[in-house]
């Protein structure tokens, strides 16, 4: 079963923190998402790659780095936490024509910053 | 930019009632449209998609038509079942990749 696994469900770091969230798709997918999810705000795309190395910045990059050594992993950083990054992480990956095969999303990870 | 706009939640029905969860877009050219779901815990699904103009998508008795003339792509379900509570997105994948979601509506079946 094809999947995308993200590395923890619950996380819980203090302020100032370097914080690094992991996902690893199975499905050999050029690209890569990371979004957050917030009540009342939907889905909000941080950055993301269309191949080994190479990024770009969504919507909401502030705050946020991401690395992109090997195909199936794509890591979010956050380099210095803080209490407004508390949130649901959702990863996905996608092939390159992502209009015909739309997404497949990892579970998430609930991030809270204290 | 792309924009997607669908209602607001919570919606509340019973068993084997009809669905309907209003969902319009803005977008230049003609973009793929999509509706996910999530359930409790868990990450986004894909639960149907539309890729042109009057096509409709179908699954699980879901169903959506994509409507260019109004901008819309509204997700129906004849009979709902409790076990259909959850949060759905509408979405649309324009240039480039990227894929805009709404802020999502949760659906919640009462017995």
């Known amino acids: 079963d094809v999947k995308v696994t993200q590395s923890s469900r619950y996380l819980v770091k203090r302020t100032g923190e370097k914080v690094f969230l992991e996902c690893v798709q199975d499905?050999?997918?050029?690209?890569m998402f990371w979004y957050r999810q917030d009540p009342g705000l939907g889905l909000r795309l941080i950055y993301f790659?269309?191949?080994?190395?190479?990024?770009e910045k969504g919507d909401i990059p502030e705050g946020y780095s991401v690395s992109r050594e090997k195909k199936e992993r794509f890591s979010l950083i956050l380099e210095s936490a803080s209490t407004n990054q508390t949130s649901m992480y959702l990863c996905?990956?996608?092939?390159?024509?992502?209009?015909?095969?739309?997404?497949?999303f990892g579970s998430g990870t609930r991030l809270t910053v204290v | 930019g792309d924009s997607v706009t669908q209602m607001e939640g919570p919606v509340t029905l019973s068993e084997e009632a009809f669905l309907t969860i209003n969902c319009t877009y803005t977008?230049?050219?003609?973009?793929?449209l999509f509706w996910y779901v999530q359930y409790p815990g868990e990450g986004l699904q894909l639960l149907l998609k539309?890729?042109?103009?009057?096509d409709k998508g179908s699954n699980k008795g879901f169903e959506a038509t994509y409507r260019k003339e109004t901008t819309s792509f509204h997700l129906e379900k004849g009979s709902v079942q409790v076990s259909d509570s959850a949060v759905y997105f509408c979405?649309?994948?324009?240039?480039?990749?990227?894929?805009?979601f709404g802020t999502g509506t949760k659906l919640q079946v009462i017995p």
């Open positions: 996905a990956s996608s092939p390159p024509r992502a209009g015909d095969y739309g997404y497949t």
């Open positions: 790659s269309y191949d080994v190395k190479m990024k």
């Open positions: 979405a649309l994948r324009g240039g480039y990749q990227k894929v805009t």
């Open positions: 499905m050999d997918h050029e690209n």
């Open positions: 539309a890729t042109k103009a009057d």
């Open positions: 977008a230049t050219g003609y973009p793929s």
